[in-house]
């Protein structure tokens, strides 16, 4: 009966327990992982993350989904209605990685403030995540991002995703190069020229070069960030115990 009871609250609750129960889950395998407390953080950090994709979605006037969770891939948002042009997608798209790097910040203050080990990791996983999630190629966010440029840039991403493999081999980034396939099909035969992509793609010059600088001064700070952490992090660890 009280099964019956939750899976009917579950119903009414929809999109609330659908995030509710998949980051518990997410919570529940990071942290037979890696323990409870950077299993916490490192949740909060993806969700911070979707909700900069959330709120931004909402700002433009788009129907979305509460973010959804799963272990060891990540967490997404379901967009109901795809923006209507180029900009309005990298606005949607650079919003998540911004709330992403605001959080990674947070932890990095908090850990210098009480010298929490666990936080410092948070900080340099939420830096390291957010830079990688940058590249250049759809799904991705910089993929997105980068398409008010020209969709053709995804193609510079994909030598970079095979780069970044052989330096940091994951199960996440071959699901990635999996997702991305038919979008560099798309990229490969993109007319610019073609009505659709026309209407879709037209952006004005001050819009690109605005974005663009987004998107490389983001890049550049996670990149700089991700670098001293992972070398303090590295120092931590080979430190003998006293």
């Known amino acids: ?6 899976l009917l609250t579950a119903g009414k609750l929809g999109k609330v327990a659908t995030t509710a129960f998949t980051m518990l889950l997410s919570i529940g395998v990071y942290a037979l992982a890696f323990g409870w407390q950077y299993a916490v953080g490192f949740v909060a950090l993806l969700f911070f993350h979707e909700m900069g994709h959330f709120y931004a979605a909402r700002q433009r006037g788009l129907a979305v989904g509460a973010p959804t969770f799963i272990p060891f891939v990540g967490a997404w948002i379901q967009l109901k209605e795809q923006p209507m042009n180029v900009e309005t997608e990298a606005h949607v798209a ?15 203050f908090a850990a210098r403030a009480t010298d929490e080990p666990v936080l410092l990791a948070l900080a340099y996983s939420g830096f390291l995540l957010n830079l ?18 020209s969709p053709r840039v995804w193609l510079l ?3 970079m995703l095979v780069g970044l493999f052989f330096v940091w081999p994951s199960p996440m980034l071959v699901v990635i190069a999996v997702l991305a ?22 952006s004005s010059l001050a819009q690109k070069l605005e974005y663009g600088a987004w998107y490389l001064g983001l890049a550049a700070f996670l990149a700089i960030m991700t670098y001293d952490l ?13």
């Open 1 to 6: 009966m009280k099964l019956i009871l939750f």
């Open 132 to 149: 990688v999630n940058l590249l250049p190629i759809s799904p991705l966010d910089g993929g997105r991002i980068t398409a008010i440029l």
């Open 157 to 159: 991403g994909a030598p």
């Open 230 to 242: 992972h070398e303090e992090l590295s120092t931590l660890v080979r430190m003998p115990k006293l």
């Open 181 to 202: 396939l038919p979008f560099l099909w798309r990229a490969f035969r993109f007319d610019p020229k073609a009505p659709e992509n026309a209407r879709y793609y037209e």
């Open 94 to 108: 650079l919003a998540g990685p911004i709330a992403g790097t605001l959080a990674a910040i947070a932890c990095f």
